[in-house]
């Protein structure tokens, strides 16, 4: 659904030079929630505008759908983005409007009757949770209630396509975790294709089939989730599972990228003979299921035997001491 290659962006501030891109390569799956994480200054925010033509990249093209957007200009290009929404990290809404008049502001932009208006209005309204609060004003809202108002606006020209900028960054956990479940009913009722940008790995770990990690312009790492953690020295499963890395020679990390019923650790023990001393460890849900990660001590003449063992049955295992 989005599809963009080789884009680079570079900013002349006065006397110096920055490269916000540096040839990003970025594809997201029609359906999917793909997260790019990184700390301020990483290039996020350049690239999400980059998808819609916010900012255009110096190089590289950029397609959503069946549409090349780096090769359309003025009205065509203003009705491909009608397809993409776009969710402010701080709701960017008209305090002079109704919550009605808030989201409805694009379709009467647009043209749509008053009539109309009204009736796609209270369904978005509805679909928020929001349906009761169309007269008020945004003075009047809690955070939470007006980040659900900027999500009914994205929506209001039906997008297949929906952007999110640090959505969630300015509200409490609580909040935030309640947008992020509406992010994901929305993308399963509507069939949406959602992108957003976070500095907050708790997000990716929540909502997120795929993502990259964002640094100095630059993917670090990208994927699906489910595959990053399962893959040998991943930044991001270290971000998700931070466990302790000073451990010594005979220190493994044992990663369990999907649930499992049967008792490893017990099965070593008895199996090869070895002595395990788990140093730390979590269990989380990750993209919609179980992830565990361990950091164990793993000492016996037939350790090596024991390692192969876990890693026949589909667990990834990490020698620290190598």
């Known amino acids: 659904m989005i599809d963009a290659v080789g884009l680079h962006k570079?900013?002349?501030?006065?006397?110096?030079?920055?490269?916000?891109?540096?040839?990003?390569?970025?594809?997201?799956?029609?359906?999917?929630?793909?997260?790019?994480?990184?700390?301020?200054?990483?290039?996020?925010?350049?690239?999400?505008?980059?998808?819609?033509?916010l900012e255009r990249p110096d190089s590289g093209t950029v397609r959503v759908g069946d549409e090349e957007l780096t090769s359309l200009r003025g009205a065509r290009l203003r009705e491909a983005r009608r397809h993409i929404g776009m969710v402010h990290q701080h709701f960017a809404l008209l305090s002079s409007r109704t919550v009605a008049g808030n989201v409805g502001f694009p379709l009467e932009v647009s043209g749509m009757s008053r009539a109309a208006r009204a009736t796609r209005v209270g369904e978005l309204l509805e679909l928020v949770g929001l349906g009761d609060k169309a007269r008020a004003y945004p003075s009047q809202l809690s955070g939470g209630q007006k980040q659900r108002v900027g999500i009914a606006r994205a929506l209001a020209s039906d997008p297949k396509v929906l952007l999110s900028d640090e959505a969630t960054s300015a509200l409490d956990p609580a909040t935030t975790e309640s947008i992020l479940a509406l992010l994901r009913r929305l993308r399963d009722e509507l069939g949406l294709t959602i992108l957003l940008i976070t500095h907050e790995m708790d997000v990716i770990k929540r909502i997120c089939d795929s993502a990259a990690i964002m640094e100095d312009g630059e993917f670090?790492?990208?994927?699906?989730?489910?595959d990053l953690i399962g893959t040998p020295g991943s930044l991001l499963a270290?971000?998700?599972?931070?466990?302790?890395?000073?451990?010594?020679?005979?220190?493994?990390?044992?990663?369990?990228?999907?649930?499992?019923?049967e008792p490893f650790m017990s099965e070593l023990t008895r199996r090869f003979d070895v002595d395990v001393n788990i140093l730390g460890g979590g269990v989380e849900q990750v993209a919609g299921q179980s992830v565990g990660r361990l950091s164990v001590d793993m000492r016996g003449g037939r350790r090596r035997e024991a390692l192969t063992y876990l890693s026949e049955h589909g667990l990834l295992v990490e020698e620290v001491g190598k």
């Not at 490269?19 to 790019?36: N, P, T, W």
């Not at 670090?220 to 489910?226: A, I």
């Not at 220190?251 to 019923?261: E, K, L």
């Open 238 to 261: 270290r971000s998700l599972f931070p466990l302790p890395e000073n451990g010594g020679p005979e220190t493994v990390f044992i990663t369990y990228p999907r649930s499992f019923d």
């Open 10 to 53: 570079t900013y002349r501030l006065k006397k110096r030079r920055v490269e916000a891109l540096r040839g990003v390569d970025l594809h997201v799956e029609s359906g999917e929630i793909y997260g790019v994480v990184g700390q301020s200054g990483a290039g996020k925010s350049t690239l999400l505008r980059s998808v819609n033509l």
């Open 220 to 226: 670090r790492e990208s994927g699906r989730v489910l």
